[in-house]
């Protein structure tokens, strides 16, 4: 690969949060996956996310996310960055997977905030310290309050970004200034990225480095399209571009995962199954979902979709 000024430029951008395809039988679909893999390589990502929320993490056992790492990994060659979700509310449990990633050749891992148990900030900040102390991969942290009930404070943030395992942050807090007021607290190189497609935009233009996106799973060039614009200064084009995928958004964040993998369905990528409690989408939200990707306007996207649902009878 190319050398970069700083070691960790490559997390920029729109990086996707790739879903786990899933057969009949409700057993991995490692050929479906390695697609997703392919598609989101040739649309020029730096990085993929495999095993995280969009992943259905929490249903997969470890030897399934070994599974999922490893396919990344021999399907990419070195081409993207392969980052394995290692999230847990169990230190001991965030431990084993992130040692399990680094044996299956991730290049990082995102760890996310503690959920359920409800830690206060010095036990999240021991939580991640511990993580690290194991590893010898970076570590990207995962702040997403609506999921975890707790938020990573920032000075909490602060602390850590000191330790050189710390990379990043996905923050999913919504916070549109958090990028601009963290920035000045934060040593050269540490990457912040949004974690929610809505006000992705906003936070890359308040001093974002891009997002860890759902969105871009369905239309990878489109977002990459809005990071370019963003770069080059041409907001009214990033946000005529963004307006346009507002609609499949906000329809994927009401359901995510099972709306996401009904729209790559509809593209003939994978099938719609999730693993229980997640159930597939009821058909009036399938119907919206196809609605979006059709005002997406995007040619391809729309072609795609009408002729997996001609072959198929998808409503």
């Given at each position: ?24 039988n ?67 449990q ?8 680094e ?77 601009m007021r ?13 974690g929610?497609d ?48 507002a609609?499949?958004?906000a329809?994927?964040a ?5 709306a996401?993998?009904?729209?790559l ?10 693993r ?6 009821a ?28 072959r198929?009878?998808?409503k």
């Open positions: 690969m190319t050398p970069l000024l700083l070691p960790y430029s490559w997390l920029a951008g729109y990086t996707p949060d790739l879903p786990t395809p899933f057969d009949d409700g057993e991995l679909d490692l050929a479906a996956f390695a697609t997703l893999c392919d598609r989101q390589i040739d649309a020029d990502v730096s990085a993929i996310v495999v095993g995280e929320t969009t992943g259905e993490a929490s249903t997969l056992t470890p030897v399934e996310q070994d599974k999922l790492v490893r396919t990344a990994v021999e399907v990419s060659h070195r081409r993207v960055r392969v980052i394995a979700g290692a999230g847990s509310n169990s230190t001991s965030a431990i084993e997977l992130t040692r399990r990633a044996r299956a050749g991730a290049d990082a891992v995102l760890s996310v905030v503690p959920y359920y148990n409800k830690p206060m900030q010095a036990g999240i900040c021991a939580h991640f310290q511990a993580i690290a102390g194991a590893t010898a991969l970076p570590i990207i942290l995962h702040d997403i309050p609506s999921r975890t009930i707790r938020e990573m404070s920032d000075d909490t943030l602060v602390r850590l970004a000191e330790a050189r395992p710390f990379i990043g942050l996905r923050d999913a807090t919504g916070d549109i200034t958090r990028a963290l920035q000045p607290r934060l040593p050269p190189g540490f990457r912040l990225l949004s929610d809505a006000t992705a935009l906003a936070f890359i233009v308040n001093g974002g480095d891009g997002s860890i996106s759902t969105i871009s799973n369905v239309a990878p060039a489109l977002c990459s399209a809005i990071f370019s614009n963003c770069g080059q200064g041409q907001l009214q084009s990033a946000r005529y571009l963004q307006s346009r995928l609609p499949l958004t329809a994927l009401r359901e995510n995962p099972a996401v993998k009904y729209a369905c509809l593209l003939g990528f994978m099938s719609p199954h999730t229980l409690p997640i159930v597939e989408l058909d009036s939200a399938k119907a919206e979902v196809a609605r979006a990707i059709a005002e997406i306007g995007d040619e391809d996207l729309a072609c795609r979709c009408e002729i997996q649902r001609s198929t009878g998808l």
